[in-house]
């Protein structure tokens, strides 16, 4: 059933006076068959780089080249068209495609062929028909009488000029010289993503894991991209203004020092470019529309990691917290990226998943030999620059747990008084462990007596580590004097 509510009058009016225009130049199709080389620089925030090179053969004077095999999510007021003397009189992106209800809307005025089936034979009643209107429904014109949305089905003698099945680039030029010619296009388009996944393996003594970076590729646009030169770009871009047009190919780049981080087979070194890291494929990527694909970025193995069991606000300085607790510590591991501890490569944002041993020395089930293997926890890594550490969070430890007390508060004055607490930490596991306890202090505050020294993270946070022996506990008391 056909839609009543076609406004078609205004839109085949506006179609119609858009074609002179383009009519008095020579269509010169530009498919993706004629395309010579393609490079696709991909950014986190679903926005793609398309620089690519086709092959045409332009007549001589004005031409409309229509480039056909673009995404419909094409970016129009981002295009840039380049060949030898080529001039650029006007563009367009030609996304009015062709579908039932605009071929009926460039068909007003004009005849149809309008098809009924016989009741009794059950065959096809062709009948030529003009098309008068299409507003509140379909009123067609058969000789000297006129139906209004009459059951049946309509054919076309033809295509109406203007509707296409795919979008195209549309843009009337003036050749330098006529000939063969390499056209370059580059435009912005939606659809566009990539991020970053790595799979970590912790050894048995968590103190050194193997580190996997693998590319998600996300191509959410209706177009295929068949042998593309691939570039990722790590960081954000600002899309408020129009940008200049990316000179990947000229721009300075600065190789980074990758050290022990060794790229995959078929990546290359990430370069600095423009204060943002680019990381290139050395060989041809393939993406299909609505695709989404893996591959291998960069691995590092050995790489040193710090094992922390941290308690976060249980240290506390404000007389109102009575007792905290019991809480299991959080779990966090650390690494810093330097080459001298394995890693020294700038790692783009993702999500890193930490597998380990389900126990020193496991071994499969089955008997086959294989591994035991636990899934340990997953937590999200920010951009990470050479020489900055990275800290995950895989969750709470179950056998470190700790409880927290006041043990004293004494008020000296409306602006001042003393508070103490005293932190019991308990280890059940079968081999001893270093613990952080972090917390706030209130402004004005002093250290009057403390068991272990403390270290200060700011003006007003402190930590201290505590050892915990094997099925052990630790104690850590304080006392403060705060004046305000």
Do not use: C
Request: glycine share 8%; no cysteine.
């Amino acid at each position: 059933m056909l839609s009543p509510r076609l406004q078609a009058s205004a839109l085949v009016v506006t179609l119609m006076a858009a074609l002179p225009s383009w009519a008095a130049a020579q269509e010169v199709p530009v498919t993706a068959e004629s395309r010579r080389a393609l490079t696709l620089t991909v950014y986190n925030q679903n926005l793609g780089l398309v620089s690519e090179s086709r092959r045409v053969d332009l007549p001589a004077g004005e031409s409309l080249l229509a480039i056909e095999d673009v995404p419909r999510q094409l970016q129009p007021e981002t295009v840039l068209l380049a060949a030898p003397g080529l001039q650029v009189i006007e563009q367009s992106l030609a996304a009015d495609l062709l579908t039932p209800q605009r071929l009926l809307e460039a068909s007003l005025g004009q005849k149809v062929q309008f098809i009924r089936i016989h009741p009794e034979t059950g065959e096809d009643i062709v009948e030529e028909g003009r098309v008068l209107s299409l507003a509140n429904g379909m009123v067609l014109q058969f000789g000297d009488r006129i139906e209004i949305s009459p059951p049946g089905r309509i054919a076309f003698n033809g295509l109406p000029a203007g509707l296409r099945s795919e979008p195209a680039l549309l843009a009337r030029v003036f050749p330098g010289q006529a000939g063969p010619s390499d056209l370059q296009i580059d435009y912005l388009t939606g659809g566009l993503s990539w991020r970053a996944d790595y799979v970590a393996r912790l050894n048995a003594a968590s103190d050194r894991l193997d580190l996997q970076a693998l590319v998600t590729l996300t191509n959410a646009t209706d177009s295929n991209f068949d042998g593309a030169t691939l570039r990722l770009v790590a960081g954000e871009v600002n899309q408020a203004v129009s940008a200049p047009r990316p000179m990947l190919g000229a721009m300075a780049m600065q190789e980074a020092d990758v050290a022990r981080m060794a790229p995959a087979p078929a990546m290359s070194k990430a370069v600095a470019a423009a204060d943002r890291y680019v990381y290139a494929l050395q060989r041809p990527v393939t993406l299909r529309r609505g695709e989404t694909k893996q591959i291998p970025l960069m691995s590092a193995q050995n790489v040193k990691v710090l094992r922390e069991f941290r308690f976060e606000g249980l240290v506390n300085g404000h007389p109102q917290m009575e007792e905290i607790g019991p809480v299991n510590a959080a779990l966090i591991l650390e690494l810093e990226n330097d080459p001298d501890l394995g890693l020294g490569a700038p790692l783009p944002a993702g999500t890193v998943r930490v597998y380990g041993p389900a126990q020193s020395g496991a071994r499969g089930a089955s008997g086959t030999g294989v591994d035991a293997t636990l899934f340990l926890g997953a937590d999200s890594l920010d951009h990470t620059p050479e020489g900055e550490k990275a800290r995950l969070g895989l969750g709470e430890a179950f056998d470190v747990t700790a409880r927290a007390k006041r043990t004293v508060f004494e008020r000296l004055s409306d602006r001042s008084y003393e508070s103490g607490q005293q932190v019991t930490v308990k280890n059940a596991k079968d081999e001893p462990v270093e613990v952080v306890l972090a917390g706030q202090m209130p402004q004005g505050w002093r250290m009057l007596e403390q068991s272990a020294e403390h270290e200060q993270d700011s003006a007003n946070r402190l930590s201290w580590r505590l050892t915990v022996p094997a099925g052990g506990e630790a104690t850590l008391t304080y006392r403060i004097r705060v004046a305000n």
